[in-house]
C-alpha cells in the first residue's frame, strides 16, 4: 500500500483549525486532509488537560480508523495539553502541533510590547510559559485569556457587532496604550481578526501560527517520504463531533471565507 496517497488528519476543538487548514491546503495543494471539529466538547480552553487529552483520544482513533498518514493538531490548547502524550502513545504517526506565535511577534522591534491572547489554558500550561521564559529578555510579553471568545466564534458571525462589542471590552487597557503586535494564540481567533483590525492602530500586526505549522507538516512528510505526489488532486472532507448540518454549513463558510 503507497501511504503517500493516505490522507491527513487536522482537528480542533471545533471550527477554529478550520483557520489553519486553509493554510494547509493553500501550501500542500495535492493532500487529502479530514478536518474534525469536536463541537460537541467545545471549547477546550476551560477544561481541564485530563479531559482534553481523552476528546483527543478519540479523535486519534478516528483518524487510525482513516488510515491517515499523518495528524495535525489544529488548535493551540490541545497541542498543550495532549501532544507529548499522543506522540508518546503513537510513535508511527507523525502527529504535527500549533503553539502561539510568540517568537516572530517578539522580533518587530526593540523590546517590542506583544500582547499574547489565547485560552486560559494555553496560557496556564508549562508548554507555553517555558517557551515565554526564552523571550523575555527580546519582548514586554503581556497575556490575556480570553475565556468566552471561543464560543461567540462557534456561534456562527464571528464579525458581529456583538464580538466586537465584547472584544473592545475584553481588550480595554490594550486598546489605549495599544501592543506593536498582537499574537492569536487560539486557532479560532484569526477569524475574528477583521475586528481586530479595526478596534487597534493600523501599526498593529498580527500573528498566528497556520504558516508555522505548514512548513512543519512539508517537512515531516518529506522526511518520512510521505508526501502526496503532486499529480494528486488534493481534497478536504469534513466532520464533526456534533454531526449537525448548522455545523456543516459553518465549516464550509469558514473554509471558504476571505483568508
Ligand atoms: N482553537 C483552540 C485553540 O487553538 C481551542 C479553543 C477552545 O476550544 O477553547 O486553542
Known sequence: MNFNHSPIGVFDSGVGGISVLKVLHRELPGEQFLYYGDTKNAPYGTKTPE?????????????????????????????????AALRAENPELPIIGVEPAIKPAALVGSHPKVLVMATPMTLHLDKF???????????DLITLPCPGLVELIEAGEPNS?????????????????????????????????????????????????AEGTARQLRRRLQEEDLL?????????????????PETYLLMQKLFHSAP
Not at 229 to 242: A, C, D, N, Y
Open 51 to 83: 479531559e482534553v487529552l481523552g476528546y483527543c483520544r478519540e479523535i486519534l482513533d478516528f483518524f487510525k480508523k482513516q488510515q491517515v498518514k499523518a495528524v495535525v493538531i489544529a488548535c493551540n490548547t490541545a497541542t498543550a495539553a495532549a501532544a
Open 129 to 139: 510559559r517555558t517557551l515565554a521564559k526564552t523571550l523575555v529578555p527580546l519582548a
Open 161 to 209: 457587532a456583538q464580538v466586537r462589542a465584547f472584544l473592545a471590552r475584553l481588550l480595554g487597557e490594550q486598546l489605549r496604550d495599544p501592543p506593536d503586535a498582537v499574537v492569536l494564540g487560539c486557532t479560532h481567533y484569526p477569524f475574528v481578526l477583521p475586528t481586530l483590525r479595526e478596534l487597534f492602530p493600523e501599526k498593529t500586526l498580527f500573528f498566528d501560527g
Open 228 to 244: 502526496a505526489p503532486p499529480s494528486l488532486e488534493g481534497s478536504v472532507r469534513f466532520f464533526s463531533s456534533k454531526n449537525d
